[in-house]
């Protein structure tokens, strides 16, 4: 098995090379506005994977790869002889997908603020459902005698003061039995 670090190395500088080589020596008028954002490696160093993006439309990507595809052979020729390795990887282009993932992300979060100021707008229109402080405030000190009605309301106030009667059934705060 051969170290990750080596083959991290040996991606980045695959990378280099093709980019420097699409650029200074491939012609090929299908090759449009190619960008190489990455290179991986397999664990045996035989195989490399070259992510490209390419800038406009499905056309000219398929041009592109086209272009790719027929540059392979001195492509992989350059990066043998560049890099010196015993054995030659063999490259394989893929399309990345980051600019379309990039794309939906963005309509997501366009979505997402459009929902953020629809919800900004009602809150300032909106209004308290009840009063706008819902919480109970402690008595002031004329109020202090208001808390007994409001505890004792229909009933009187001795009767349900002490219903913890007990084992000997005594009746209570209320009651007189001793």
Known sequence: ?????RARKLADRIRVVVAE????RIKDPRLGYVTITDTRVTGDLREATV?????????????????LESAKGVLRSEVGRQTGVRFTPSLTFVADAIPENARTIEDLLAKARAADEEVRKSATDAAYAGEADPYRKPAEDGEDGDEGEDAGEGEDAGEGAGTDAGADGAEGAGGENR
């Open 21 to 24: 080589t699409l650029q200074r």
């Open 1 to 5: 098995m051969t170290d990750t670090a």
């Open 51 to 67: 992510f490209y993006t390419v800038f406009g439309d499905d056309e000219e990507r398929a041009a592109s790869a086209a272009a």
